[in-house]
């Protein structure tokens, strides 16, 4: 079956991104919103973040900007920037829980990957187990009761699957802050 292809929609969002500042706002350069091609239904008045810009764009998230229980609505379900684990110039990656998050990481130059969610460590155990790559994973997840849960979940299932790979903790980085996007806007030196 094949997947809908939503390319035409990201592009025109992404042609329209300068009409909205939230992504700036949220620590965002001009090259991390190029890179991730984050865009802007003008009539939705809504954010788009594709799951993985550079390969065909078969999902997305739209990113609500009014305050909702639900901010954000998926459409597909895939992990975002895969590229992180299947580049070969970085020995590590950061695993973050969202793709935000895992934006913060780019900003300041660390490869990283977002889960769309605590809920899709199956996904993240697939893409290690037939990605044929080695790296040190950097579990940054959320720093919160959630966020340790789905670490320790990705730790026991590494562990059961016997992946060649070593793994960190280091969501006790953030200190006081929520995640890593929150940290990156409020103390951006800090993160750094």
């Known amino acids: 079956i094949k997947q809908q292809d939503f390319s035409e929609y990201l592009r025109d969002c992404h042609s329209h991104v300068f009409l909205t500042n939230y992504f700036h706002n949220r620590g965002l350069s001009n090259h991390i919103i190029d890179k991730f091609q984050l865009g802007f239904d003008r009539k939705k008045n809504i954010v788009t973040i594709p799951y993985n810009a550079g390969h065909e764009r078969t999902g997305y998230i739209h990113r609500v900007l009014w305050n909702s229980g639900n901010k954000y609505i998926k459409h597909g379900n895939e992990l975002f920037n895969i590229d992180a684990i299947r580049d070969n110039d970085s020995k590590y990656v950061f695993i973050t829980e969202g793709q935000i998050d895992a934006m913060s990481f780019e900003e300041i130059g660390y490869p990283a990957l977002g889960l769309s969610g605590v809920n899709e460590v199956d996904k993240l155990i697939s893409l ?60 951006r030196d800090g993160f750094e």
């Open 128 to 187: 290690l187990t037939y990605s044929g790559t080695h790296k040190y994973l950097i579990l940054a997840l959320d720093n919160d009761v959630p966020g340790r849960k789905a670490t320790g979940k990705i730790i026991e299932a590494i562990a059961e699957t016997e992946l060649p790979f070593h793994v960190m903790s280091m969501s006790w980085i953030y200190g006081r802050y929520k995640d890593s996007n929150e940290f990156l806007v409020k103390d």
